[in-house]
């Protein structure tokens, strides 16, 4: 019969794949009193594990993510030492396959919701840098540099905040794969009755799966009962929305018990319990606030040094730290408190080298400085730091939580080393022993680093190789990863490898010595005293081959080395300039972009960044890990039963005095359960989300992101178009009717004329190459552009009507327009193209993200998700939401609605019976809007499209108008007109350019020579580009023309390779 009942005399038994305790009594020499194994809980485990017994023998079993870990006890009575054996074994968990399609849906749905979070964080840090743009002047007469400060303040909060959203975010996702382990914990209270915690454990449970999939599957019944066509959609929306119900109350919940934890912390780091006690929240908040200051602006020095586990190094909470006459933190132990009065006053009296506490940073340096001057100045006393000494040890988070790995022979890999993290080159390496790495094994580690290195370095070179860089950027990119990225890496594995050969030279020496005693030992030892037992044997040598035993495992179990990667404290600033810098920080980084935000009428950013403000402040302020390094212990935190407020009936009595009735017995075990759960808890919190890699991560990836868009936003306050028109390559027209491309003999493109309705007038089997060459014209100078239509389209066929767009933009746009376009007329001028130019400015380039970027995010969130197409539904929808953060003050940079007014003015007037909008790049996705709002047909040539995003445009538009109106040309290899889901009338075209260059595909003027090679030019004129840059044949000449006068009007001669290159001579 299996009993799953514990014994009462132990606390609550536990294992763990980090962190387990295993705790054995001391062996008896008494047959009738057997060896006792305790296993305690430690707070690294996601779950509490549980004691049965099964078949005569104890078990410990503890929940893994994806298995059970359990510790048999074998209990062997035969030799004169009773032994207790403990059978290891891990056990997998049911892998069914409905359970793993659960997880995977889990997943997937988190995955997504992700995903998109992300989205609406990357949109707003872009409509914030659109908005300093537009603040700056570029699209007004006057600048307001007190606004665009503002905003640009506003910057330090939005990349903590947002970095923080994504890290919850991050472990959102993660709980959600493994079981949601996390938010049962988040759900329950650590001062919560035995039988309220389980009815909020179910609770939880029921939550998790309604969430995440019963209130979906409940909507998808009820939709397709009543026989709605659109019963997906609404689906999809109400799982997305209650998965926002779910991550909402799973961030509160964590930054709750994040502020709980720095309640009971302060406590900890208070005088007495009287003061602590009485402690308002305003006490609370402003000694939060004062620890974190003192923390942020202290000067440290940093030291990185080599240990072994003999050395007598530094651990966290050994020195007892104050602050000015602040109270030390209470120890729970007298006998470690004596310890560390005993080593605080040694570390006092011992003289500071910087071999001891390593060198001051950049910071250290500065504040020491400032406290010499002062010295010397006879303003000692009104110092703003003041200088710590000893320095005190600012411990790491993973080691006051005690997180370090163990490397031995077994688990040793090259592919663990190679892509070590930080915290792994800090793990334990065993060096001694049965476990201890073998020689081999050491240098195959030190190998692998160097050779890791050279091949990362290699192969960013062969990168830039292959795309034809500079031998001097090669070198340079080389130089920067050795030095920013690797020589650490280096440095730690090659002092790693040096102390390691330094340990085993210690230790042969020793086993040298060692043997020489014992072999004089051996010949003055006397075997009096040995009296043989009744079956004749030596029960002393017996007994003494046990103690040589147990000796010697002890011996061969004790050595191992790690890094150290130790940091200082310095110098620390006054409690009147902490306070003095957090106002400054109020200030500067909250108040002022606040009325910034709000003062140029972008009230969806300001009242997003007050929320998300006032949020930061509360996690950045009110922050567990800070405090924690204060105590120097997470046991101390809940010590003394400081859970909260206490259950009825609760006493404060001893430990050992509770343990003698059984009633005080189950009271001691279930104040030991909340405590482990409160630990566990905070364990879980601080590691994944307050400070797990991934916010670090997601800061880094915000900060890169910001840069980008702050170097496109300082090119768009410098550039001109008007510059950047003037200086494009003109191109080259052949004489007309003198030479032709004729028409692949093979399968031509079937669009190469389009059907009627969407030609250019006048125009038959070349429309494809009219909208092509228009394109192109866009990106001409405007002196050159009548002069090259007459030379295409023949003289007075085709008019730039540039009165007509200029009056327009006088009237309506006030001449301010922020977008270029023509308006070509033919013949009789009653039909017209309107000619949008692309992306020529980094101003162009941002208005390109602004309108793409969100749906070009959530096409690459659907690609790594599998069966990704299924929430292509709601993507609109989505993304509209996304756009309503959006600043009125960018309608003044939304390019699409200055070509749509001119195109509904030209309807308007009543003159034109036929219009049409083309363009390339920005100009062809400008195109497509503009032609689906107005109802006009619209040819891109590598245009963005618009079909996910098409509910985020004013006025929005529908399917069926993508498919009517829009056509889009899409060459290979062309990344830019993938942006966005296409319609269903688009022709995609070759690309000849080398597979090296990335962005050769994206050309107008090769799309324009590779539509005129494969339909051929007819009585359109060839361009001298096709063969002098981009390697197409020569045009072939008709009546007169032939190879001497193509030369001469190119300026070009034939090479071997089939490309041109200038003649000389």
């Given at each position: 019969m299996m009993d799953s009942s514990r014994e009462e005399t132990q606390p609550p038994p536990a294992t763990a794949e980090e962190g387990m305790e295993q705790v054995l009594d001391t062996p008896s020499n008494n047959h009738n009193n057997s060896n006792k194994i305790t296993f305690q809980d430690h707070y690294t485990l996601p779950t509490p594990s549980n004691a049965v017994r099964f078949r005569g023998s104890t078990l410990c079993v503890a929940e893994l993510r994806n298995s059970q870990l359990q510790l048999e006890q074998h209990q062997n009575t035969k030799r004169k030492h009773s032994t207790t054996t403990v059978v290891i074994k891990k056990v997998a968990n049911d892998k069914a396959t409905h359970l793993n399609l659960l997880r995977l849906t889990y997943g997937t749905v988190g995955f997504f919701y992700v995903g998109f979070l992300f989205v609406v964080c990357f949109q707003v840090l872009l409509f914030l840098f659109m908005d300093l743009v537009v603040d700056s002047g570029l699209t007004e007469n006057a600048a307001r540099p007190g606004k665009f400060l503002g905003t640009l303040l506003s910057l330090p909060v939005f990349l903590y905040g947002l970095s923080s959203a994504m890290a919850l975010g991050s472990a959102f996702l993660s709980d959600v794969w493994s079981g949601h382990a996390l938010l049962r914990q988040v759900g329950q209270s650590s001062n919560m009755p035995e039988q309220?915690?389980?009815?909020?454990?179910?609770?939880?449970?029921?939550?998790?799966?309604?969430?995440?999939?019963?209130?979906?599957?409940?909507?998808?019944?009820?939709?397709?009962?009543?026989?709605?066509?659109?019963?997906?959609?609404?689906?999809?929306?109400?799982?997305?929305?209650?998965?926002?119900?779910?991550?909402?109350?799973?961030?509160?919940?964590?930054?709750?018990?994040?502020?709980?934890?720095?309640?009971?912390?302060?406590?900890?780091?208070?005088?007495?319990?009287?003061?602590?006690?009485?402690?308002?929240?305003?006490?609370?908040?402003?000694?939060?606030?004062?620890?974190?200051?003192?923390?942020?602006?202290?000067?440290?020095?940093?030291?990185?040094?080599?240990?072994?586990?003999?050395?007598?190094?530094?651990?966290?909470?050994?020195?007892?730290?104050?602050?000015?006459?602040?109270?030390?933190?209470?120890?729970?132990?007298?006998?470690?408190?004596?310890?560390?009065?005993?080593?605080?006053?040694?570390?006092?009296?011992?003289?500071?080298t910087p071999q001891q506490y390593g060198h001051p940073n950049w910071w250290g340096y500065l504040t020491l400085w400032g406290i010499q001057c002062c010295g010397k100045c006879g303003k000692k006393g009104h110092s703003l730091f003041q200088k710590v000494s000893p320095p005190e040890r600012v411990p790491s988070l993973y080691e006051l939580l005690g997180t370090r790995q163990f490397v031995t022979r077994h688990n040793w890999s090259l592919e663990k080393l190679f892509c070590s993290t930080h915290q792994r080159l800090q793990a334990v390496t065993v060096v001694q022993g049965p476990a201890a790495l073998h020689p081999a094994q050491m240098v195959s580690s030190l190998i692998c680093t160097a050779v890791g290195i050279g091949l990362v370095i290699l192969l960013c070179v062969a990168g830039l190789v292959w795309m034809e860089s500079s031998v001097g950027t090669a070198i340079l990119l080389a130089v920067l990863i050795a030095f920013g990225c690797c020589l650490g890496r280096w440095q730690s594995s090659r002092r790693l490898y040096q102390l390691y050969q330094h340990v085993q030279q210690e230790h042969d020496t020793t086993a040298a010595s060692g043997m020489v005693e014992k072999d004089d030992d051996n010949d003055d030892e006397a075997v009096d005293g040995q009296e043989p037992d009744n079956n004749g044997n030596n029960v002393?040598?017996?007994?003494?081959?046990?103690?040589?035993?147990?000796?010697?495992?002890?011996?061969?179990?004790?050595?191992?080395?790690?890094?150290?990667?130790?940091?200082?404290?310095?110098?620390?600033?006054?409690?009147?300039?902490?306070?003095?810098?957090?106002?400054?920080?109020?200030?500067?980084?909250?108040?002022?972009?606040?009325?910034?935000?709000?003062?140029?009428?972008?009230?969806?950013?300001?009242?997003?960044?007050?929320?998300?403000?006032?949020?930061?402040?509360?996690?950045?302020?009110?922050?567990?890990?800070?405090?924690?390094?204060?105590?120097?212990?997470?046991?101390?935190?809940?010590?003394?039963?400081?859970?909260?407020?206490?259950?009825?009936?609760?006493?404060?009595?001893?430990?050992?005095?509770?343990?003698?009735?059984?009633?005080s017995r189950a009271q001691w075990s279930r104040n030991q359960q909340r405590q482990w759960n409160a630990q566990s808890r905070l364990f879980a919190i601080l590691t994944h989300v307050t400070r797990g890699p991934s916010r670090?991560?997601?800061?880094?990836?915000?900060?890169?992101?910001?840069?980008?868009?702050?170097?496109?936003?300082?090119?768009?306050?410098?550039?001109?178009?008007?510059?950047?028109?003037?200086?494009?390559?003109?191109?080259?027209?052949?004489?007309?009717?003198?030479?032709?491309?004729?028409?692949?003999?093979?399968?031509?493109?079937?669009?190469?004329?389009?059907?009627?309705?969407?030609?250019?007038?006048?125009?038959?089997?070349?429309?494809?190459?009219?909208?092509?060459?228009?394109?192109?014209?866009?990106?001409?100078p405007p002196e050159t552009f009548q002069e090259k239509l007459d030379l295409w389209f023949g003289p007075g066929v085709a008019t730039d009507e540039v009165e007509i767009v200029r009056d327009f933009r006088q009237q309506v746009e006030g001449g301010n327009a922020a977008v270029s376009y023509h308006w070509v007329t033919f013949l009789d001028?009653?039909?017209?193209?309107?000619?949008?130019?692309?992306?020529?400015?980094?101003?162009?380039?941002?208005?390109?993200?602004?309108?793409?970027?969100?749906?070009?995010?959530?096409?690459?969130?659907?690609?790594?998700?599998?069966?990704?197409?299924?929430?292509?539904?709601?993507i609109p929808q989505l993304l509209k939401g996304v756009s309503?953060?959006?600043?009125?003050?960018?309608?003044?940079?939304?390019?699409?609605?200055?070509?749509?007014?001119?195109?509904?003015?030209?309807?308007?007037?009543?003159?034109?019976?036929?219009?049409?909008?083309?363009?390339?790049?920005?100009?062809?996705?400008i195109s497509l809007i503009t032609g689906a709002q107005t109802g006009i047909p619209a040819i891109a040539i590598s245009g963005p499209n618009n079909m996910l995003s098409r509910k985020t445009f004013d006025p929005i538009f529908s399917k069926d108008d993508i498919t009517q109106y829009l056509f889009n040309v899409i060459p290979e290899r062309d990344v830019v007109p993938r942006v966005d889901d296409w319609g269903m009338q688009h022709q995609e075209i070759r690309c000849r350019a080398k597979a090296n260059d990335l962005f050769g595909c994206h050309s107008s003027i090769r799309s324009l020579c590779e539509i005129m090679y494969t339909c051929g030019s007819h009585a359109r004129p060839p361009l001298c580009e096709c063969a002098t840059k981009f390697g197409y044949p020569e045009a072939i000449p008709v009546g007169s023309g032939n190879e001497s006068s193509y030369t001469a009007i190119c300026g070009t001669c034939r090479t071997n390779d089939g490309y041109y290159s200038d003649c000389e001579g």
């Open positions: 309220k915690a389980l009815q909020v454990l179910i609770a939880m449970e029921w939550i998790a799966f309604g969430t995440l999939l019963g209130i979906p599957l409940l909507t998808w019944i009820i939709t397709l009962w009543a026989r709605l066509d659109d019963w997906w959609r609404i689906t999809l929306l109400t799982w997305f929305a209650s998965v926002t119900v779910y991550y909402v109350g799973y961030s509160f919940g964590i930054m709750y018990y994040e502020v709980q934890a720095s309640w009971l912390m302060l406590q900890v780091l208070s005088t007495t319990d009287t003061v602590a006690a009485s402690s308002s929240w305003w006490t609370f908040v402003t000694r939060a606030i004062a620890y974190r200051q003192a923390y942020q602006y202290s000067g440290q020095s940093d030291l990185v040094r080599l240990s072994t586990d003999l050395e007598d190094s530094h651990h966290p909470g050994v020195s007892i730290k104050s602050d000015e006459g602040d109270n030390p933190q209470k120890n729970i132990n007298e006998e470690e408190e004596e310890e560390e009065a005993q080593e605080k006053e040694a570390e006092e009296n011992a003289p500071e002393k040598a017996e007994e003494d081959q046990d103690i040589d035993e147990q000796d010697y495992e002890e011996e061969e179990e004790q050595a191992a080395i790690y890094q150290s990667f130790e940091k200082y404290r310095v110098t620390k600033p006054s409690a009147t300039l902490g306070w003095c810098l957090f106002g400054l920080e109020m200030g500067l980084f909250f108040i002022w972009p606040t009325i910034a935000l709000f003062a140029i009428n972008n009230y969806p950013v300001a009242v997003f960044f007050v929320a998300l403000g006032i949020i930061s402040m509360i996690r950045y302020y009110l922050n567990p890990s800070i405090l924690l390094k204060e105590i120097g212990s997470l046991d101390a935190v809940y010590a003394h039963g400081l859970l909260g407020q206490k259950q009825a009936g609760d006493n404060n009595e001893d430990p050992a005095v509770m343990k003698r009735t059984k009633k670090t991560t997601w800061l880094y990836v915000f900060f890169l992101l910001a840069l980008a868009v702050i170097f496109m936003s300082v090119g768009a306050l410098t550039e001109s178009a008007e510059d950047s028109v003037s200086s494009a390559d003109e191109i080259v027209l052949l004489p007309r009717g003198e030479f032709v491309y004729e028409p692949t003999p093979n399968l031509p493109y079937p669009t190469c004329a389009l059907a009627k309705g969407v030609q250019v007038p006048n125009s038959n089997a070349t429309a494809l190459a009219d909208y092509a060459f228009l394109s192109v014209m866009a990106y001409q001028s009653t039909a017209g193209v309107v000619v949008v130019r692309g992306s020529t400015t980094s101003w162009e380039w941002l208005t390109d993200a602004q309108l793409w970027s969100a749906a070009g995010i959530a096409q690459i969130i659907r690609a790594l998700l599998p069966l990704g197409e299924l929430f292509t539904p709601i309503f953060i959006e600043s009125s003050n960018l309608d003044d940079v939304a390019l699409y609605k200055q070509t749509t007014a001119f195109v509904q003015s030209l309807q308007a007037s009543g003159n034109y019976s036929q219009i049409q909008i083309t363009g390339q790049s920005l100009g062809g996705g």
